[in-house]
Nanobody, 121 residues
């Protein structure tokens, strides 16, 4: 059983910063891709940042230059450092990961429960 648990969301004024964390736990052989998504009210879930294993992060155009994602491979943890936050960044942020358990060749996709980020103007 694998779990993704996010933390670090909250309320911040425009121009402020927040740092999200996502910890993967359970029976894990390898975490392939980790990613951050967000979903604002009335909108579809969208990719914010994607971190392939051993590769560079990719970002949505709307957050480039403001958000930075990273992974701590030893701790099975992903981070999303968000700066210069805008009201339009308000959303529930979800952690996503493709994880391989031991002795299994194919990875499975997992989602966290989400953490609310609210940016006031």
């Amino acid at each position: 059983q694998v779990q993704l648990v996010e933390s670090g969301g909250g309320w911040v004024q425009a121009g402020g910063s927040l740092r999200l964390s996502c910890v993967a736990s359970g029976t894990i052989f390898r975490i392939e891709t980790m990613a951050w998504y967000r979903q604002a009210p009335g909108k579809q879930r969208e990719l914010v940042a994607e971190m392939p294993q051993g590769g560079n992060s990719n970002y949505a155009d709307s957050v480039k230059g403001r958000f930075t994602s990273s992974r701590d491979y030893g701790k099975n943890t992903a981070y999303l450092q968000m700066t210069s936050l805008r009201p339009e960044d308000t959303a529930v942020y979800y952690c996503n990961a493709r994880i391989r358990p031991p002795f299994v060749l194919r990875s499975t996709e997992y989602w966290g429960q989400g953490t609310q980020v609210t940016v006031s103007s």
